[in-house]
Antibody
Framework: EELLLESGGGLIQPGKSLRLSCAASGFTFSAYTMSWVRQAPGKGLEWVSAISGSGYNTYYADSVKGRFTVSRDNSKNTLSLHMTSLRADDSAIYYC????????????????WGKGATVTVSS | SSELTQDPTVSVALGQTVKITCQGDNLRSNYASWYQQKPGQAPILVVYGKNNRPSGIPDRFSVSSSGNTASLTITGAQAEDEADYYCNSRDTSGDHVIFGGGTKLTVL
């Protein structure tokens, strides 16, 4: 069974940093471009970032570019999101997601989702 | 950049057919994928690509596309289909992903 499990969420003050992790199992992790998607309370889904299977290519939403860094460790089947200069509007549930297909172009077909990690940015 | 537009709310009588639409210029060259999300749960991929359903998704879910509009059709809606539905696709730059604002489906 393909599984994703996020960790690292919590309550954090504005301006501080936080790292989320996503542990993957049940599939060949290095073959897939992986994504982070977030959902603010009562709001819709927002794509945050993605990273290619090799880790060479990374992509970011304009709202987080320059503040968030996505990375992966294929030897540990782990995806990470390092978030800096956090703001109140970064408060959300953060999901990691695996696509339905390994071909890079279709990484937006997000088939497997974790249960999410809640990040609350507040003083 | 680009955006995907969905109707905020749609309702359907139990057992009837409903179409949920998603509009955006990038849909002229990219398929959409569709997600169902119930309160307190992670999204579930229901249809992607030309008309592919992951294992376990009922065949009452299907998609179609015309011009800048992608549509998710539920044929014979069930009470358990009541949920929020989101479309997504690549944006016009090609490297980013965008989601529609979501449609809340009510089954009457």
């Amino acid at each position: 069974e393909e599984l994703l499990l996020e960790s690292g969420g919590g309550l954090i003050q504005p301006g501080k940093s936080l790292r989320l992790s996503c542990a993957a199992s049940g599939f060949t992790f290095s073959a897939y471009t992986m994504s982070w998607v977030r959902q603010a309370p009562g709001k819709g889904l927002e794509w945050v970032s993605a990273i290619s299977g090799s880790g060479y290519n990374t992509y970011y939403a304009d709202s987080v570019k320059g503040r968030f860094t996505v990375s992966r460790d294929n030897s540990k089947n782990t995806l990470s999101l390092h978030m800096t200069s956090l703001r109140a509007d970064d408060s959300a549930i953060y999901y990691c997601a695996k696509p339905a297909e390994a071909f890079y172009y279709y990484y937006y077909y997000m088939h497997v989702w974790g249960k999410g990690a809640t990040v609350t940015v507040s003083s | 950049s680009s955006e995907l537009t969905q109707d905020p709310t749609v309702s359907v009588a139990l057992g009837q057919t409903v179409k949920i639409t998603c509009q955006g210029d990038n849909l002229r060259s990219n398929y959409a994928s569709w997600y169902q999300q119930k309160p307190g749960q992670a999204p579930i991929l229901v249809v992607y690509g030309k008309n592919n359903r992951p294992s376990g998704i009922p065949d009452r879910f299907s998609v179609s596309s015309s011009g800048n509009t992608a549509s998710l059709t539920i044929t014979g809606a069930q009470a358990e289909d009541e949920a929020d539905y989101y479309c997504n696709s690549r944006d016009t730059s090609g490297d980013h992903v965008i989601f529609g604002g979501g449609t809340k489906l009510t089954v009457l």
